[in-house]
């Protein structure tokens, strides 16, 4: 558990980040997949590689909030 109310928030507030920024993942992905098929085969590499660099904040915001409940 957080030390103290100030730290449960900022755990919380990474939390939260973290689940909105999966959400905006899941989003690109179907916009990948849009381009994937369309004339902008080459564009689905670019939104890919972001869709990857949101995973990793992912997993970077959930890491800290792990640490902060130790």
């Known amino acids: 558990m957080a030390a103290d109310p100030r730290m449960k928030g900022i755990r919380d507030d990474l ?15 179907g916009h990948a997949r849009y381009l994937l098929r369309s004339i ?21 915001l959930r890491d800290v909030a792990r640490r902060i409940s130790r």
């Open 15 to 29: 939390h939260s980040t973290a689940h909105e920024l999966e959400r905006v993942s899941r989003e690109l992905d």
């Open 40 to 60: 902008h085969r080459t564009d689905a590499a670019e939104v890919l590689g972001q869709i990857q660099g949101l995973q990793a904040s992912v997993e970077q």
